[in-house]
């Protein structure tokens, strides 16, 4: 029941049996962080955790790391770019 009042206003999307293409994206994330990142430390307790993860996201995955889908551009250097094209 609470699940329901937490996505009141959210279009709900739940994957088909043997359809794995709608979580691929977050799957290769979380894929990534463990193997980039996370396997690096002894994780002491949740507020460690989300240090670690804001850490990752923040410092590098977003501002360093090249991403495929962004034209092999950073998603930092990718939306720099495609706002001085607006621009233009």
């Given at each position: ?43 002491r307790n949740m507020d460690h955790a989300r240090r670690l993860i804001f850490e990752y996201i923040d410092t590098f995955y977003n501002t360093t790391r090249i ?22």
């Amino acid at each position: 029941m609470d699940w329901c009042k937490a996505c009141e206003g959210f279009e709900r999307s739940y994957s088909k049996k043997h359809y794995p293409w709608d979580n691929a994206c977050i799957e290769s994330f979380h894929s990534l962080i463990k193997r980039e990142w996370l396997n690096r430390f002894i994780i002491r307790n949740m507020d460690h955790a989300r240090r670690l993860i804001f850490e990752y996201i923040d410092t590098f995955y977003n501002t360093t790391r090249i991403h495929s889908a962004c034209d092999y551009f950073s998603p930092e250097e990718f939306e720099r770019s495609y706002a001085q094209r607006r621009v233009s």
